[in-house]
């Protein structure tokens, strides 16, 4: 189908162009807002990429913050330099994920999920009481950022919020790009089929617990990822960032946007991020968000259980049938 | 020869004994029957000797290894599979995804091609064994529907495709009668008769006593947990115990 293809190369083409020319019409603080956006871009496919197996967490954003930390104290103490201080991190969330396996997948279902709230809960606490290497509840500051680059004309400033947003966008395209290719894969197939039906893979030789494993390492070295993509650009990280507030978040963009198809968690949090720092900051209503968000949740969960995405097609076919499906069909 | 042996097993849920002390022993490449009244352990003896469960006491021993209380994945991967009661299948999915997944154990991509070869995985080899046992179950009409599309003896089938795509040598059958039409009985009897046909080993847990004679080479009689008889199909049909374990006991009736 030669077309269809013509038609995704120039789709693509089209994006792409897009998100370069994006900062250049923003404002500074909305540039700062597209930096932060792009970063949670990777933690809520990274919190798809778990719910994969079928697993809800209560402890993402915890992972997130594990990643930050063990970035920061990596650079600050040991003199790393920021980018590998950054996959330090990111390494550093997924070993984390792979300890806290061994209790957490004793449980399924909702027990799992009190269990990661529990066990993110523990993490938090340890940022708070040692304030050695830790730095107690007020956490850590002045960490970093990205080295400036300078390769004759061209100079890199990545305190510039545009620069910053490029750079992460990178980071967080070939992050997306991996997690593709894994979900496409036997592997993704193998962690579709643990959701629906755990018994019958193991009865056909699936380590069932083996491939959850799998799952939450892969997914924590990303969510560790974003959060060092966090902590360099801000320079300042404390426990309260990576709060259960800010795990309903992540939660609300997954489930608005919907998690059967790639695309689905990337339009909530784009989605409610424009609502909620075009309208609602228009509106002087930031202060609500917690609030409003909450009742935005409801709503999805009664009126569109599945999401945004579960409109899209339909809206597709009005509008020409353009396939943009990325994942595999499916609640 | 003897490809499983169940050795003294015994299984209790709090307090309850479901199976106690059984002993069993399928030979290679026959069609082995486990029937009993209701409760009397047969899904709880499969549970156990699939690896679903671990045994309170005894052993599973396949082909000369103790396997009890191994994880399900791992009894798998020693060739011993069971299907499940019912349509356990993943409705969700199409088909051929159904039976990719049995396919687990026998396609071990290396991550390199996982992330570069565009879809290499679905092809070839596994393809080409994906549409044989598709036809070999006559799914291949349905390759791209969603499982949950199928009438209700093609789920059935299915999931015994999934089963056979691992390439078990012995299969433990979960009662694959019920709930079907005679024509589709007869459809599934056909199949069970074409997979001995193959050289894989049957071991079935069902209700249904004109297909389980019509099958079975020789069937064991469970009741209350315990073993009660074994025979062939003739001599289980006229055995008076067996008789009274089914229609109750006549000397209470009287």
Known sequence: MPETRALRISGALALAAALVALPHVLSFSQQEILVFLVINVLLVMSYRFLALTGEWSLGHVVMMGVGAYASAIVSKRLGFPVPLAMFTGAAVAAVVAWLLSFPLFRMKGFYFLIGSFAAGEVIRLLWKRFRDPFGGPKGLKRIDELPDIELGALQIDFFDPVAYYYFCLIVVVVSLWFLFRVERSRVGLTFHAIHWRDNLAASVGVDTRGYRTLALVIASFFAGLSGTLFAHYVGAINPNRFSVEEMVYVLTWAIVGGTATFYGPILGVVLLTALNEVVFRELGLEQARPLIYGVVLIAFVVFLPRGIESVVPRLLRVGGGLSLSGGRRGT | M????????????????????????????????????????????????????????????????????????????????????????????????????????????????????????????????????????????????????????????????????ARPDTILLDEPFTGMNPEETRRMMRLVEALRERGITILLVEHDMQAIMGLCDRITVMNFGRFLAEGTPAEIRADARVVEAYLGSSRRAS
Request: include cysteine.
């Open chain 2, 2 to 165: 003897e490809v499983l042996r169940v050795e003294g097993l015994v299984k209790r849920f709090a307090g309850i004994v479901a199976v106690d002390g059984l002993d069993l022993a399928v030979r290679e490449g026959e069609i082995r029957g486990l029937i009993g009244p209701n409760g009397a352990g047969k899904t709880t003896t499969f549970n156990v000797i699939s690896g679903l469960f671990a045994p309170s006491a005894g052993r599973v021993v396949y082909r000369g290894e103790d396997v009890s209380g191994l994880p399900m994945h791992r009894i798998a991967g020693k060739g011993l599979v069971r299907t499940f009661q019912h349509s356990t299948l993943c409705l969700e999915m199409r088909v051929f995804e159904n039976v990719l997944i049995g396919r687990h154990l026998h396609n071990r991509s290396d991550p390199v091609s996982l992330l570069f070869r565009r879809g290499r995985w679905r092809e070839a080899e596994d393809r080409e064994h994906v549409d044989e046992v598709l036809r070999f179950f006559e799914l291949e009409t349905h390759r791209d529907a969603l499982a949950s599309e199928l009438p209700y003896g093609a789920q059935r089938a299915l999931g015994m495709a999934i089963a056979l795509a």
